[in-house]
């Protein structure tokens, strides 16, 4: 018995929407670490020991946390896997380039990086996609590397 092929869903909704929740996460990681940054020097302006406080002490693996957690649950809804294969580089590697953005152009570069690092990653999630979405990646990256340590 012949099944009908199905069509294959569109990708662009599905990286459209995994670039805006780069860009989402970006900034909202972004605004909390700088937020922490502020809290910690003023907590320890008065001390001239190491000063630790709970708030950066905790604040990268709660970013990373909230990361893994908002990125499986958006991919899970937009129907992007493997997500074995897509999150981890998304959330590991991205600093590499939101960094580089920051650092290069200002604060409002990092949603901009942020949604290209995902959206690019997002991308490479489709066969049919994979080279270009991993050259686009790899192209981010290397010029973030640049960036950062030319």
Same mark, same amino acid.
């Not at 012949?2 to 929740?21: C, I, M, W, Y």
């Not at 650092?103 to 080279?131: D, M």
């Given at each position: 018995?012949?099944? %009908?092929?199905?069509? @294959?869903?569109?990708?662009? @909704?599905?990286?459209? $929407?995994? /670039?805006?929740?780069?860009? !989402?996460? /970006?900034?909202?990681?972004?605004?909390?670490?700088?937020?922490?940054?502020?809290?910690?020097?003023?907590?320890?302006?008065?001390?001239?020991?190491?000063?630790?406080? *709970?708030? $950066? &002490? +905790?604040?990268?693996?709660?970013?990373? +946390?909230?990361?893994?957690?908002?990125?499986?649950? &958006?991919?899970?809804?937009?129907?992007?896997? %493997?997500?074995?294969? &897509?999150? %981890?580089? +998304?959330?590991?590697?991205?600093?590499? @380039?939101?960094?580089?953005?920051?650092?290069?152009?200002?604060?409002?570069? &990092?949603?901009?990086? $942020?949604? #290209?690092?995902?959206?690019?990653?997002?991308?490479? #999630? *489709?066969?049919?996609?994979?080279? @270009?979405? !991993?050259?686009?990646? $790899?192209?981010?990256?290397? /010029?973030?590397?640049?960036?950062?340590?030319?």
């Amino acid at each position: 018995m012949n099944t %009908p092929r199905t069509e @294959p869903r569109p990708v662009l @909704p599905r990286v459209s $929407g995994a /670039a805006a929740t780069g860009a !989402v996460l /970006a900034t909202g990681a972004g605004t909390y670490l700088s937020w922490v940054r502020q809290y910690d020097d003023r907590a320890c302006a008065t001390t001239a020991s190491i000063c630790v406080t *709970w708030r $950066g &002490v +905790t604040a990268i693996p709660l970013t990373m +946390t909230i990361a893994v957690i908002v990125l499986t649950v &958006v991919y899970k809804r937009l129907g992007i896997r %493997p997500r074995l294969a &897509v999150i %981890p580089p +998304t959330f590991l590697l991205a600093p590499l @380039p939101l960094a580089a953005a920051q650092s290069a152009a200002g604060w409002w570069a &990092v949603p901009l990086a $942020g949604a #290209a690092w995902a959206g690019f990653l997002a991308l490479a #999630a *489709w066969s049919r996609y994979r080279i @270009p979405g !991993v050259t686009a990646s $790899g192209v981010l990256l290397l /010029a973030s590397l640049i960036v950062l340590y030319h």
